[in-house]
T-cell receptor, first 115, second 115 residues
Framework: NAGVTQTPKFQVLKTGQSMTLQCAQD?????MYWYRQDPGMGLRLIYY???????DKGEVPNGYNVSRLNKREFSLRLESAAPSQTSVYFC??????????????FGPGTRLTVL | AQSVTQLDSHVSVSEGTPVLLRCNYS??????LFWYVQHPNKGLQLLLK??????LVKGINGFEAEFKKSETSFHLTKPSAHMSDAAEYFC?????????????FGRGTQLTVWP
């Protein structure tokens, strides 16, 4: 039982390049989330998926797109990377729907640098 | 609306002395509250969770937190700090109602433990 896994662990992009961050969970959770972490800001929600087939914007969605590929996988795409997107990205999952306030379990993170 | 304020950005203690990390929250609903810990270059790990069952919540590694509705506080304590407790700690409130699926993170408290 690996929990929540993320790939890659590290990535360096040039401004304007695109990339997709991958996330998978093996806990049969219904809900999945993408956050970014910046110094002194805590974690901020980018997008979430309450259930397979649905996605919703979070606090800071601009410049990102997401795909809930199936129940296990939730990817985050940067279409045209900008230096402001340099951050650490965390994927998380929870068992129940968001309204239940269930515990979210986090992956190890992806450190992204945009030059 | 939900929000979280961690009252100290840095806390330093000596090994073997008590730890107190302070958190105040604002919530329009009966909240779920969490403390997460993040060790350097690692993901977030759940320390403990409050969901209205008991006001004193015991977590892992000897940590506990007390929910005080009258003070809108959820402070994290540990009787005796250990060097391995040095990390960043996040107080989190779960959104309900119109903010489904949202976790609201405080900005974090960096705990330093001196030998």
């Amino acid at each position: 039982n690996a929990g929540v896994t993320q790939t890659p662990k590290f990535q360096v992009l040039k401004t304007g390049q695109s990339m997709t961050l991958q996330c998978a969970q093996d806990m049969n959770h219904n809900s999945m989330y993408w956050y970014r972490q910046d110094p002194g800001m805590g974690l901020r929600l980018i997008y979430y998926s309450a259930s397979e087939g649905t996605t919703d914007k979070g606090e800071v969605p601009n410049g990102y797109n997401v795909s809930r590929l199936n129940k296990r996988e939730f990817s985050l795409r940067l279409e045209s990377a900008a230096p402001s997107q340099t951050s650490v990205y965390f994927c998380a999952s929870s068992e129940g729907g968001p309204a239940r306030g269930d515990t979210q379990y986090f992956g190890p993170g992806t450190r992204l640098t945009v030059l | 609306a939900q929000s979280v304020t961690q009252l100290d950005s840095h806390v330093s203690v000596s090994e073997g002395t008590p730890v107190l990390l302070r958190c105040n929250y604002s919530s329009s609903y009966s909240p779920s509250l969490f403390w997460y810990v993040q060790h350097p270059n690692k993901g977030l790990q759940l320390l403990l969770k409050y969901t209205s069952a008991a006001t004193l919540v015991k977590g892992i590694n000897g940590f506990e937190a007390e929910f005080k509705k009258s003070e809108t506080s959820f402070h994290l304590t540990k009787p005796s700090a250990h060097m391995s407790d040095a990390a960043e700690y996040f107080c989190v409130v779960s959104g309900r109602g119109s903010t489904l699926g949202r976790l609201y993170f405080g900005r974090g408290t960096q705990l330093t433990v001196w030998p």
